[in-house]
């Protein structure tokens, strides 16, 4: 059984490197930067891209809602209040995240790490 764990891990660890390998020349440009920052900047982009869901899922659902006020009676509006309270939501997730398009590419990485804040030494963390 332990030979099929030390295989498995083999392989993925294999997966991984190639990976890497296939990537194109021009996306190689990013190479200096550390691990940290790289995924400091996909976090960024993914964030991103939770934004464009939590919209598109805010204005699916809120159709909803206007159909079915509309099926039902089509008196007072009452789907205003969600829209409302959720859109307050909707607002605020999209001025903490969005910046541009959100293709994930090394130049991407690269844009995000330049306006990233300067790091915390391990000194400084130490001192919480």
């Known amino acids: 059984m332990s030979s099929t764990v030390d295989r498995n891990s083999a392989f993925h660890a294999q997966g991984e490197s190639n990976r890497e390998d296939r990537r194109k020349p021009e996306e190689t440009k990013g190479d200096a930067m550390t691990d940290e920052e790289r995924e400091w900047a996909i976090k960024r982009i993914r964030a991103k891209r ?73 000194a400084q963390v130490g001192r919480r």
């Open 50 to 122: 939770g934004f464009w869901v939590h919209l598109a899922v805010y204005l699916a659902v809120n159709t909803l809602l206007v159909f079915i006020w509309a099926a039902s009676s089509g008196d007072y509006f009452w789907p205003v209040w969600p829209m409302l309270g959720w859109g307050i939501g909707v607002v605020a997730h999209g001025a903490t995240v969005l910046v541009g398009p959100s293709k994930i590419s090394e130049e991407r990485i690269d844009r995000e790490l330049r306006g990233r804040p300067a790091s915390t030494t391990s």
